[in-house]
């Protein structure tokens, strides 16, 4: 769990993750629920040591998911630490829908609460 309330973040254009601009023409920021939802599915993107600032944030996907094929609970609490990094991110839960190892595709979504109670979902 993570202290503080969930800060600003630069916004990130869903399909691109690039930056987008506001309608004066500089560069957007999302606040509230919305930022930590950005920030949830940007932390999960994160390879372990892959940040030069800070090398423990991240997933191990290198170091014990891809291709050491895991207990999905292992996967589950790896994406579970990496959303609970997030400020102001009180819990979160790792559900998954789908997996499967011929294409080694894993479909599901991260549910979280805030500390101020708020709740959402990221897909995976």
Do not use: H
Request: aromatic residues 8%; contains cysteine.
């Amino acid at each position: 769990m993570s202290a503080g309330p969930p800060l600003s973040t630069l916004l990130l254009d869903p399909t691109t993750w690039d930056l987008v601009l506001d309608v004066s023409g500089n560069i957007a920021v999302a606040s509230g629920p919305y930022a930590a939802a950005q920030d949830i599915a940007s932390a999960v993107r994160t390879f372990l040591g892959e940040c030069w600032y800070d090398r423990t944030q991240g997933v191990p996907y290198l170091q014990t998911i891809l291709g050491k094929n895991p207990p999905i609970g292992v996967f589950q609490a790896a994406i579970v630490a990496a959303a609970e990094s997030v400020p102001g991110v009180a819990s979160a839960v790792c559900v998954i829908s789908s997996f499967s190892a011929e294409t080694r595709e894993v479909v599901g979504q991260i549910q979280f609460r805030l500390n101020d109670g708020t709740t959402g979902a990221v897909p995976l």
